[in-house]
Nanobody, 116 residues
């Protein structure tokens, strides 16, 4: 059973930065995309950013210019560098791996709180 483990969440002041990491417990083959989603209290889970094995990225409009997604293909590891954080970025952030055969993997989430 493959597990995705996120780390790097925490409490940060507005304007601050955090770097989230996600690593798989075992290698995952035929990955189509790796990405980050988030869910704020009372809200639906939403896409933050994804990256393909070829390095093509997609970002939510709300994080463009502030967040950067990157990955290490050989290690099934994905990162999310978050700069200029805002209170509205407060959420539980989930790592996702999507395989070409339609299999989805999710982490348990890491909490990011942006508050002064």
């Amino acid at each position: 059973q493959v597990q995705l483990v996120e780390s790097g969440g925490g409490l940060v002041q507005p304007g601050g930065s955090l770097r989230l990491s996600c690593a798989a417990s075992k290698s995952i083959f035929s990955i189509r995309t790796m990405g980050w989603y988030r869910q704020a209290p009372g809200e639906q889970r939403e896409l933050v950013a994804t990256i393909t094995s070829g390095g093509v990225t997609i970002y939510a409009d709300s994080v463009k210019g502030r967040f950067t997604i990157s990955r290490v293909n050989a290690e099934t590891t994905v990162f999310l560098q978050m700069n200029n954080l805002k209170p509205e970025d407060t959420a539980v952030y989930y790592c996702n791996v999507y395989r070409g055969d339609g299999m989805d993997y999710w982490g348990k989430g890491t909490l990011v709180t942006v508050s002064s």
